[in-house]
């Protein structure tokens, strides 16, 4: 045979092999409640909403659920990953930067891809990674040391690996992309580095740059009034967790994080934009058209990354295009996602960093004088676990960290490139000096801090009042994310290592496994052949549970 | 160990816990002495590079435990330099480059159990001490040290390693106001009406984990009980009132020595 005859019939045979494989196109995603068996995205859809139409599993035979299978890695720390499901494979990461395709019906591996970070790496709070994005035949993955890498599906080989920041800054990425139409888009963390934080698209065929939203405006673009000097070079302003998208709108929401130095707002003063805000972006351009602010000139770490949950209704009997958050602030918010009003905010946890709310959403600030406590502490009311809401229910449910407060002291920090840069120390407020306080994860299988110090709450929240509907009760803080169905199941966990199903309406324990591990994730459900799955990863074993037959 | 002072006609009194020694005074730790400039100058490095993930008490990462000497890779000051300048990207530790007199002092703090005014408590005879801990003051009731079992009360055996003089002095003189949290005394009815007392060694949700007043290791569900309290006052008494203050600094300094099987 010729050679070209050769090449040619090769050509066809890729093309017939591509074919063949998982294609997520962006109308595949934009349509995700089509094909329920499949979780496309971080959020399971694109408004965050974490509620899935499958119903297979249900209030009447939750209790029937087995496990299904493990995987265990043998990495240690934190494993805060959300997995993606197409068509019956499993796509996941796991520290530090790995990725894994897994049969999703058995949870044996396909393949493992691992870039290994750059000693230059500098992450503040652990090797963490949230999950991949995918479009077409291609992954994404963004890494410790701020690269954004684009796999094969298939095999798990690279299409392309770019620097999406500098890592001997303290830049780094820990958050899932973000696909939407032909771009991949992505933030950087690192807020507590003196880093400028941005969001930005690239082209998801090339890698190739399309728009760069900067968190924080340079002099001459609005907003940068609201810095001194030179602060707003070093204000931090990070994305570390992922956004959300209305197509009606193409406007993208993106929570940023804190201002650096962290604890010390006297070395920054003005309202620091557009650090602990929400940013609606025109998603072709990455053009701001509206920003709300939940934390002026904050002092306290209350990073406002929390996934922007987009939820339709009514509002004053009016219908309306809506966005809800509830803060590490403590304060749980409804916005009009269209241009940004203020709609409703209340404080869900004890709060006296702040009075109260204006008729604008601004806090009334109070701070504590030095050596007194602050509530909520400085991991706040709740933190990077993803929240849930059912259009069902009505309701909102989120991980809440409550009775927990610490004692800040402000230092003046100065910038060192690629240094920490915090300004200042806080301590946890407990009932005797030297009680152990609580922090990020959990060092032990003990809770030696106890109740004393703080506790958790699986809360659900109705966002038509901002007050709790029903609040599920847990002995030690719970990191977990939520999971909720069509057939009115929550499924959620804790620190203490126990999976739960809960009844969505009533907060009633209707289910749980002792699973040992803490669950720092949110679970998600999929099915495979018709039948229905739901993924939990706790400690270092993700497991799958399925109906027993 | 720390140095054999004795500061204090006031040594019972409360404030004095906050006393901070003389400028220029050292703490001098498995023969190295670090100078109270350089552990101050540490807290501060410490606190602002190292509490994000260690914690304020530096026991937040599993496993580690820079208060008391239990670092991964690390067991002795050498290493201990290393593992903060060479990272553990793993463990998602980054690598941190200090100026020498920052990693000096940051070393100097760590070495020194995180503890800037560690001199201000009185320190006495360890031997004396444990002629005190064995008789008069009556500690054998309830702890046991050294494989000496005793009762309810927790074991010291390593307690010289665990806890700072100040922290041992504050317990003695105040044991509610001491009391760890999780230490705390439990009392427990049954649904059948037995009654059952110890000390909360782990709780969740759902059970509660105890040792009892007869030495037995217990887990009880939450739900089986028909009363279920935990009590902050310490069935511990104070000695104040009942031994000198040369009695309590011999008994720190005896509790200091404790260190545990090595």
């Given amino acids: 045979m010729k050679t070209w005859a050769r090449l040619a019939l090769s050509l066809l045979a890729l093309l017939h092999v591509g074919d063949l494989g998982a294609q997520v196109t962006f109308e595949r995603i934009l349509d995700s409640d089509a094909e329920p068996e499949n979780w496309l995205t971080f959020g399971g859809s694109y408004t965050g909403q974490r509620y899935s139409l499958l119903n297979g599993i249900s209030l009447d035979n939750v209790e029937d659920l087995e496990l299904k299978w493990i995987y265990q890695n043998r990495v240690a720390g934190l494993w805060e990953a959300t997995p993606l499901v197409v068509d019956g494979i499993m796509y996941l990461t796991q520290r530090p930067n790995d990725v894994l395709a897994l049969d999703a019906a058995t949870g044996r591996v396909f393949w493992n891809y691992r870039h290994r970070p750059s000693s230059d790496t500098r992450v503040c709070c652990g090797s963490n990674n949230r999950g991949v994005a995918i479009h077409g035949q291609t992954l994404f993955m963004g890494t410790l040391d701020a690269r954004l890498i684009a796999l094969d599906a298939t095999t798990g080989k690279e299409v392309w690996n770019i620097d999406v920041a500098d890592a001997r800054l303290g830049y780094s990425i820990t958050m899932a992309p973000l696909v939407v139409k032909d771009m991949v888009v992505i933030g950087t963390g690192g807020g507590e580095y003196g880093i400028r934080g941005f969001i930005a698209a690239y082209d998801v065929d090339t890698g190739e740059e399309i728009w760069r939203f900067k968190t924080i405006p340079e002099p001459g673009e609005p907003g940068n009034e609201t810095w001194e000097g030179d602060d707003w070079i070093y204000g931090g302003a990070s994305v570390w967790l992922t956004g959300s998208y209305d197509p009606e709108l193409n406007l993208m929401y993106w929570g940023i994080g804190n201002p650096g130095p962290d604890w010390n707002p006297d070395q920054r003063p003005g309202d620091n934009l557009y650090s602990e805000s929400v940013v609606a972006l025109d998603a072709d351009t990455g053009e701001l058209e509206w920003y709300f602010q939940f934390t002026p000139n904050d002092g306290y770490d209350y990073d406002a990354v929390q996934v922007p949950v987009l939820v339709d209704g009514e509002w004053g009997g009016e219908p309306r295009s809506m966005m809800i958050s509830a803060n590490r602030n403590g304060y749980f918010y409804v916005l009009d996602r269209a241009t940004g009003e203020f709609l409703l905010g209340r404080p869900f946890v004890k709060v006296n960093w702040a009075s109260g709310l204006d008729e604008n959403g601004r806090p009334v600030q109070t701070p504590q004088p030095p050596g007194e406590p602050t509530w909520p502490g400085n991991q706040g009311a709740t933190n990077w676990f993803p929240p849930a809401f059912s259009p069902r229910t009505g309701l909102f449910y989120v991980s809440v960290w409550d009775s927990y407060a610490v004692i800040y002291r402000r230092e003046a920090d100065e910038y060192v490139a690629g240094e920490l840069f915090t300004g200042g120390r806080f301590r946890t407020l407990a009932p005797v000096p030297d009680a152990p306080g609580i922090n990020v994860g959990r060092p032990g299988p003990i809770n030696n801090w106890t109740d004393a110090v703080g506790h958790g709450v699986t809360m659900a929240i109705d966002p038509q009042t901002g007050e709790a509907a029903w609040r599920f009760e847990q002995f030690d803080v719970t990191d977990s994310g939520m999971l909720t169905t069509a057939s009115d199941l929550l499924f959620t966990g804790g620190r203490e290592g126990y999976f739960y199903a809960l009844d969505a309406a009533t907060g009633e324990e209707l289910w749980r496994a002792n699973l040992g591990g803490s669950i720092v994730m949110a679970p998600i459900t999929y099915a495979v052949d018709g039948k229905q799955y739901v993924t939990v990863i706790s400690g270092n074993m993700m497991a799958t549970f399925g109906l027993r037959e | 160990m720390r140095p054999l002072q004795w500061i204090s006609p006031s040594l019972f009194a409360l404030t004095a816990f906050s006393a901070v020694p003389e400028p220029g005074t050292a703490q001098v730790v498995q023969g190295h002495e670090y100078e109270v400039e350089a552990v101050e100058t540490g807290s501060q490095i410490y606190a602002s590079r190292c509490a994000v993930c260690h914690g304020s008490n530096g026991d937040q990462i599993a496993g580690v435990d820079l208060r008391h000497g239990q670092v991964t890779q690390a067991a002795s000051e050498t290493k201990l330099r290393q593992a903060i300048r060479g990272g553990n990207l793993d463990a998602g530790m980054p690598q941190f480059n200090l100026p020498p007199d920052q990693l000096d002092a940051l070393v100097a ?72 949290p999780i230490n705390r005394p439990v009392t427990a009815v049954t649904d059948d009406g037995r009654t059952i007392r110890g000390r909360r060694l782990n709780e969740d949700t759902y059970t509660v984990q105890i040792v009892d007043d007869e030495g037995r290791l217990r887990s009880l569900i939450k739900a089986d009980l028909h009363e279920f309290e935990v009590s902050t006052e310490s069935p511990m008494p104070s000695v104040e009132g009942r031994l000198n203050p040369r009695q309590v600094a011999d008994l720190i300094a005896y509790l200091l020595s404790l260190q545990g099987a090595r």
């Fill in chain 2, 109 to 180: 703090f760590i070495q020194a159990g995180m503890d800037v005014g560690g001199t201000a408590v009185g320190i006495g005879s360890p031997a004396q001490g444990m002629t005190l801990f064995e008789g008069e003051a009556g500690c054998t009731r309830c702890h046991s040290a050294n494989g000496r079992r005793a009762g309810l009360a927790p074991d010291l055996s390593d307690i010289g390693d665990r806890r700072d003089a100040e922290y041992l002095q504050r317990t003695l003189l105040d044991p509610s106001g001491a009391m760890l």
